[in-house]
């Protein structure tokens, strides 16, 4: 099991796994043992933090007394400009949507662990979601139309695992669009996935309301941002993070909360998750109510800029997802439903989509991928649908047919 130290709390005999924070371009070269207690000094002397231990390998203190010190498998720690990192190398989408796959149950198994652990006021080891949230931001960077299908695959009884597990994905790819490094990509996406923990402290009867809240059970649900940023201090999350969580319900107009904040008293991110939070809330099914086209959501969003979202980080949003997100549905002039599963990078409102119901037989035909930018096809989209307007289980077909 891996959990996370603050470096005076490390003891001879933990089995270091990697760098959890740090002062300088440090990393781990290779994973060792501590043997002794020149290496936690050595450790300290390079700016290290805090570390990720992996418990399971630990030894007792009486353990390595025993034992002598042995410097070849102490965790070698080197300046991380020495080994430059490998630009990521971008694989096909259907290559990469077998690992998307797998990373969105993962996370919505991580989120059920973590707000379960919330609900008990159970600790919560950081070490977990960071990971994720990293090897998140790698598929991202492999190829970012996986994980954004992903998004679209929705059950209305796990919303709030697989909101903020959207929000998280949506975050990274977002970030990655405007060029944001690594470091800060990484921060978003963690911040996006942690949003609304502070949901579990909501009692059912208003967590899960079929129906309209009303003034006072509005003013409770609204204390989830208090809640979460409590929680999140005990998990020992930064600073920076629990910053941006408790600006998504930000608006520029001073008419969000909690604060009120307005204008430049909201930061970059608050203003980057206000945008993601509405935009997949918006787009999702509820248990009252049928979710919005991806476009129309995106209209929503245009609309109410600049009184209440950035007007520029709107339209960067727009363009780096696209007019049809990849995993969003669209109605082809040839009488047929196609899930978008790339974008193009000049004609955005012809991406590439893999056709798979024929509205003309109302039924599921063999899925084909087309380009809708070649002109020779003839094929062009007539407007963004969803699954519910054709009675098509869109979940269904896509992890019996498509997520193969």
């Known amino acids: 099991m891996l959990r996370t130290f603050d470096i005076d709390d490390v003891e001879e005999g933990m089995f270091i796994d990697s760098i959890a924070k740090q002062q300088g371009k440090f990393k781990i070269t290779s994973r060792g043992r501590i043997t002794s207690l020149a290496a936690i000094k050595q450790l300290k002397k390079k700016g290290i933090l805090s570390v990720v231990v992996d418990t399971s390998k630990q030894l007792t203190p009486e353990v390595v007394e025993q034992q002598e010190p042995d410097p070849s498998v102490e965790p070698t720690v080197e300046p991380a400009t020495e080994i430059p990192p490998e630009p990521p190398k971008e694989v096909s989408f259907e290559a ?221 949003f727009v363009q780096c997802i696209g007019v049809y997100p990849a995993g969003s549905l669209v109605k082809l002039n040839n009488e047929q439903i196609a899930m978008v599963v790339k974008q193009h990078p000049v004609h955005t409102t012809k991406p590439g989509v893999k056709v798979f119901y024929s509205l003309k037989g109302n039924d599921y035909i063999e899925p084909h991928e087309l380009d809708l930018a070649d002109p020779s096809n003839g094929v062009k989209i007539v407007e963004a649908v969803i699954a519910s307007d054709f009675k098509i289980d869109f979940n269904k077909y896509f992890n019996e047919s498509i997520a193969v």
């Open 96 to 316: 990469e949507l077998e690992v998307a796959t797998k990373l969105h149950s993962e996370g919505k198994d991580i989120q059920r662990t973590i707000l379960e652990g919330a609900s008990k006021n159970v600790p919560i080891d950081i070490a977990i979601p960071e990971a994720f949230t990293n090897n998140l931001v790698s598929s991202i960077d492999r190829n970012p139309n996986a994980l954004m299908c992903m998004t679209k695959i929705r059950e209305k009884d796990t919303y709030l695992l697989e909101h903020s597990l959207n929000v998280a994905i949506l975050l990274a790819n977002f970030g990655v669009h405007i060029g944001l490094n690594e470091e800060q990509v990484q921060e978003l996406a963690l911040s996006g996935f942690l949003h609304d923990i502070g949901k579990i402290k909501i009692v059912d009867e208003i967590l899960h309301k079929p129906g309209p809240l009303n003034d006072q059970e509005m003013t409770i649900m609204r204390d989830h941002v208090y809640y979460g940023e409590i929680i999140l201090v005990e998990m020992g999350i930064p600073g920076s993070i629990i910053k941006t969580i408790g600006q998504h319900h930000e608006r520029l107009d001073g008419y969000g909360y909690p604060q009120g904040l307005r204008g430049d008293e909201i930061t970059q991110f608050g203003r980057m998750i206000a945008i993601v939070d509405t935009y997949d809330a918006i787009t999702a099914d509820r248990c009252y109510k049928v979710g919005m086209s991806s476009k129309k959501a995106l209209q929503i969003l245009l609309k109410d800029a600049p009184e209440k979202y950035d007007e520029g980080l709107v339209t960067q």
